[in-house]
């Protein structure tokens, strides 16, 4: 009894920036899609719990929002100087678009709108900014929800009887792309938050050519500021005071901009008040691709380094999120993926990709009988100093729609299946320090292969009994000298709308490979997907390579980047940092052609 | 803020500052740097060089300074005279009827949390919004709101003659970095590690429990436990068996204003607990509003951190009472640390205006334009009080003037009639250091402006902002 298995060990999320906004807003979709519409899926596979509060609302109704705080500006689609006086609680501006900053699960239906002021009373009030089909569609079928029997459609989620909204909207939804309306990550979040969850920064804004947040010291003495600090903190406590047992946070940042100078204090923070606790940071980058180097670059390569450093030293692991080839000056071609033609230009379609990842990466510490909390995970790959780690998916996993695992795997014995999603680089060798791999997707009867007794097994991975073993023997096979952990899970990514559509023709609706495109095209309903966590040598070509570009930069050009905090000395000393951490990851086979670099 | 323009940016990083020194003023600094440039502007197109002005405007300045050192009232800061500075600033921000009882709260607030010849420190005020019920409802608690509550459903909700211990003692059990790692290598290893950690947090337990019983013996007192770090379920049923009320990561800034509230010291180790440690509340209750609660801390002996609780019905109305608060209590810092007040209602502004026409003759040559255009400049502070309470602000000016020169007394507008009134014996009270300072700042930048002769902008403009 003395065992905290049983509860689920909560997690708390934090978003910070725009992009983290697009990423999370997939994510928490994804989550939802998934949640169990039955209870007959207790005891193994992800506990949404861990993510997720269970609350009530001031009028009774039973809510279930995520257990997430999430920072963003103000700005993005309209002029913000044409608002009037809004009516109060409904300010829906910038990245939140139409969705009001207080969530809108706990409106008081009958708002108290007594004034004590006695003089006359004139409203002002704006029209609200205009929403496209797909919230339009959502609300509808929210609407008729509540109207039917007084329950808002996430108290279906929570009484886990079945939620009926994903088949309806998807049926609504198909063959209506939403790429044309999609502006903002909040035009396609289909959850519901609650009230504390959004917290706006007001000081800065993403259009105009002022006041925008992009350098990192400005992030960091956004929260210098009492009035950030202290909100913060209230926020922070208000979720983390209710978990009996949490594991740890989990942050998404952006790395290009000044979000990752507020990354970097929140994790100070963090880090500081709750030791013990693990903290798990997914640094974000959007995919770049001007062609020609810009002031911004610099600012862009300038905030990715301090971010790295800073956010690697206070948070138990940091990992690099990115479809983007390189996080350096120059672009390169971003991640491509055999079957998923995502446009690489648009963040919603990127963003789609590296949350469906994430919620594959996460599932260690999400499962429902948890072996490990996220502590314990960022310990295993926390060997000397090595907090940087790099992601890498298979999305979806390659996997003909009548082979078995083995033989899926079978065909991957040359080179591991998943591409590295952390703007590293290709991989040299597949040696690594230690990794943590995750397959979910795959059901009972195909995980093992169902040869009849007596014959000859095909390979070692034939041979074995279960789906877990096939994984670990494959894993052993291609990384000899690595520690490996791996999870299977039955349950795939279901990935319904808003979820973008660019899966290849070649999948059919839970995302297996078929010979030919079928004849008519069905919507994909889910997808097996791969990921590994590994903590890998290519990270030392990677930041090395960060470093020699910014010891290249004439600093003395960036004056302004200085002026907004971060001192040069400060700067230099993170760049020293960045070689140490560098040099966690030297192996003896990158060592000669390092210093072949470091000649020219 | 986003302001593009530099020079409007500029002003702004003036009030920005005013704020951040006095917490006032902030409105009268845009009006009169505003108003300083208009009456310069007169004089500039008509070939005056914007140099003389600002000559003029410097010695305009020392002049009145001068006046404000003579005008300025030393007096004894009792209650009633805080009251009125209080008020005066409050009723500018927020409507009579809530200003009244915000005054009340903000002044005892301050009277409760002064020590003698030590500087007062606002962050004693912990200031507390509750989302609830109309905004009249604010209250000063001569204690301590929490924002959370017990965590166990037999705990007590209302708890009498209380004694409180504050702790910053984790009592939750956490897998520790030696136990770590992927697998154990077998179940019994496990439970093993398991069973030794929880022994060591139930230890602890332990402690606090027998200090209890020492303590409280088999009176009716209760017994509180108010820990910064986490306390786990097995631990709160630890507690809530021997009827202690436990509350879990009290935020870090509350632990301090809880020792200064109710006495005690706070604990970082249970081991050397002895009942010195222990501060006392006679009244300890939980308040349940939606899904928050709220833990009441109250009729602590000597308080010496206290808690404006504001209530409104929606989130701008505590916005802007909150902030109407923080002046508030910068007034009232402000009027003790001066030890001296100022007449308000723009009747410091008359009577420097005009000392200032009188002085003007001893100024050289073209300067005197200068200081006749801050003259001009600081009457916009009654201008706009009349314009502002519906009144016609030149009739007003003009009354107001030949009421002060009648009667050499301190006279400013009294908003309800529009008519002169002695500022003085109605109670309006400005702060000293708000005056001097906006003096001061509104001088120079004005100045600074002045003398600029373009503007140009280059480059990322944008971090500089």
């Known amino acids: 009894m003395f065992e905290a298995g049983g509860l689920p060990r909560a997690a708390l999320t934090l978003q910070l920036g725009g992009y983290a906004g697009c990423v999370g807003a997939h994510w928490w979709n994804l989550q939802d899609a998934a949640l169990p519409c039955s209870s007959e899926a207790q005891g193994q596979g992800l506990c949404p719990d861990v993510l997720h509060r269970a609350g009530r609302s001031p009028s009774g109704q039973e809510t279930y929002t995520p257990r997430l705080i999430l920072m963003d500006l103000k700005g993005g689609r309209e002029p913000t100087g044409s608002r009037t006086v809004a009516v109060p609680g409904q300010d829906a501006l910038g990245n939140l678009n139409t969705l009001p900053q ?28 205009t929403r496209n089909l797909f919230l339009q569609d959502l609300s509808k079928l929210q609407g008729c929800l509540s109207s039917e029997g ?120 963090l880090h500081d008040e709750y030791s013990g606790r693990g903290i798990l940071t997914w640094g974000l980058t959007p995919v770049i691709q001007n062609t020609e180097v810009s002031g911004k670059d610099f600012y862009r390569l ?102 078995s695992l083995p033989d899926a795997l ?191 | 803020m986003q302001i593009q323009h530099p020079t409007a940016s500029l002003i702004a990083k003036v009030a920005t500052a005013q704020d951040d020194i006095t917490g006032d003023g902030t409105t009268s600094n845009v009006l009169i740097i505003g108003e300083l440039l208009k009456q310069a502007d007169l004089y500039i197109s008509e070939g005056l060089h914007p140099r003389i002005v600002t000559e003029g405007f410097e010695a305009a300045k020392e002049k009145a300074l001068e006046v404000l050192e003579k005008v300025k009232v030393t007096k004894e800061m009792d209650r009633e005279t805080l009251v009125d500075v209080a008020r005066t600033s409050l009723r500018t921000k927020v409507h009579a009827e809530l200003a009244d009882i915000l005054t009340e709260a903000v002044v005892d607030a301050v009277l409760a949390i002064k020590k003698p010849n030590e500087p007062i420190d606002l962050y004693m005020v912990e200031i507390m919004e509750m989302k609830h019920k109309s905004e009249t409802e604010t209250a000063l608690i001569k204690g301590l709101v929490l924002d959370h509550g017990a965590r166990h459903p037999d705990m007590k909700k209302r708890v009498e003659d ?32 398991v069973k030794a950690e929880r022994k060591f947090i139930e230890d602890r337990v332990n402690k606090i429990i027998d200090l209890k019983k020492r303590v409280c013996g088999d009176s009716d007192k209760g017994f509180i436990v108010i820990n910064q770090k986490g306390i786990d379920p097995f631990s709160l049923d630890a507690l809530a068996k021997e009827g202690i009320v436990a509350l879990r990561r009290a935020k870090r800034r509350n632990m301090e204003r809880l020792t200064l509230a109710c006495g005690g010291i706070a604990m970082n180790s249970v081991d050397d607990l002895t009942p010195d440690c222990l501060g006392h509340a006679g009244l300890v209750y939980e308040y349940v509003l939606g899904e928050e609660k709220f833990t009441f801390v109250e009729k602590c002996d000597n308080p010496r951190s206290v808690t404006l609780l504001i209530r409104g019905p929606n989130k701008h109305t505590l916005t802007q009472i909150k902030d ?95 008519e002169p009134m002695m500022a003085a014996a109605a109670g309006v009270w400005d702060n000293y250091n708000v005056k001097k300072q906006l003096l001061h700042s509104c001088t120079v930048i004005a100045s600074n402006i002045l003398l600029v002769d373009e503007i140009m902008r280059a480059g990322m403009s944008s971090l500089k902002g």
């Open chain 1, 302 to 403: 300038m905030n990715t380094v301090l971010g790295i450093v800073h956010l690697s030293s206070h948070s138990s692991l940091f990992c690099p999120l990115s479809l983007s080839g390189s996080l350096g000056l120059r672009p390169e071609a971003p991640v491509t993926l055999p079957y998923a033609h995502y446009e690489a230009s648009l963040n919603y379609h990127s963003s789609a990709i590296l949350a469906t990842a994430l919620d594959t990466l996460s599932v260690p510490y999400r499962l429902q009988s948890s072996p490990i909390s996220m502590a314990q995970l960022a310990d295993a790959f926390n060997v000397s100093g090595r907090k940087v780690v790099t992601a890498g998916a298979a999305l979806p996993f390659p996997m003909a729609h009548d082979q």
């Open chain 1, 410 to 600: 079978c065909n991957y014995q040359l080179a591991v299946p998943w591409a590295l999603l952390s703007s590293c680089g290709e991989p040299k060798d597949s040696c690594c320090f230690g990794q943590a791999v995750v397959l979910r997707g795959i059901g009972k009867e195909k995980q093992s292969c169902n040869c009849p007794p007596g014959s000859q097994p095909k390979s070692a991975l034939h041979a074995c009994g279960t789906g877990e073993e096939v994984l670990e023997c494959y894993l052993h096979a291609q990384f000899p000298e690595t520690f490996s952990t791996s999870y299977l899970l039955q349950e795939p990514c279901k990935v319904s709308t808003p979820y973008p559509q660019f899966f290849s023709a070649l999948l059919n609706t839970q995302g297996f490979l078929l010979d030919n495109p079928p004849r008519c095209s069905t919507a994909l309903e889910s997808i097996p997907v791969l990921t590994a966590v590994q903590s890998s040598p290519v990270l030392y070509s990677a930041l090395c390579r960060l470093y020699k570009e910014l010891q290249r930069v004439n600093l003395r050009r960036c004056a302004s980047y200085f002026s907004a905090g971060v001192e040069l000395s400060d700067f230099q000393e993170a760049l020293h940092e960045l070689r140490t951490l560098a040099q966690c990851y030297e192996t003896s086979s990158v060592l000669g052609e390092s210093e072949d670099e470091d000649s020219d």
């Open chain 1, 150 to 269: 007084d329950l808002g459609p996430r108290a279906h989620a929570l009484s886990k009887d079945g939620s009926p909204l994903p088949t309806q909207l998807h049926v609504s939804q198909k063959g209506r792309p939403l790429e044309g309306s999609v502006q903002v990550w909040s035009d396609y979040l289909r959850v519901r938050l609650h009230p504390r969850s959004t917290c706006m920064i007001r000081q800065y804004n993403y259009d105009g050519e002022s006041c925008q947040l992009e350098a990192f010291g400005q992030g960091e003495s956004l929260l210098h500021d009492p009035t950030y600090q202290e909100e913060l903190e209230d926020r922070l406590h208000f979720y983390v005071e209710e978990c009996d047992y949490l594991q740890g946070f989990q942050i998404l940042c952006d790395l290009d901009n000044g979000f990752s100078g507020v990354g970097a204090k929140v994790t100070e923070l």
């Open chain 1, 102 to 129: 207080e969530g809108c699960l706990y409106g008081d239906p009958k708002r108290d709108t007594s004034v004590a002021w006695q003089g006359n009373l004139i409203t002002h009030q704006e029209d609200p900014p």
């Open chain 2, 162 to 193: 209380a004694y409180i211990l504050t702790c910053n003692v984790s009592l939750e059990y956490e897998k520790t970095e030696v136990s770590s790692g992927f697998f154990y290598k077998n179940a019994e290893e496990r439970e093993k590690l």
């Open chain 2, 324 to 418: 109407a608060v923080r002046d508030g209590l910068r007034a009232v810092k402000n009027a003790i640390e001066d030890g001296c007040v100022v007449a308000g209602a723009g009747a410091l502004e008359v009577a420097i205006a005009d000392a200032l026409v009188k002085h003007k003759p001893n100024v050289k040559g073209r300067a005197q334009f200068g200081v006749q255009a801050f003259a001009d400049a600081l009457l916009i502070i009654p201008k706009v009080l009349a314009q502002n309470s519906g009144y016609d602000p030149q009739e007003t000016l003009v009354k107001i003037q030949t009421e002060y020169s009648e009667s050499g007394q301190l006279i400013g507008v009294d908003l309800n009639t529009g």
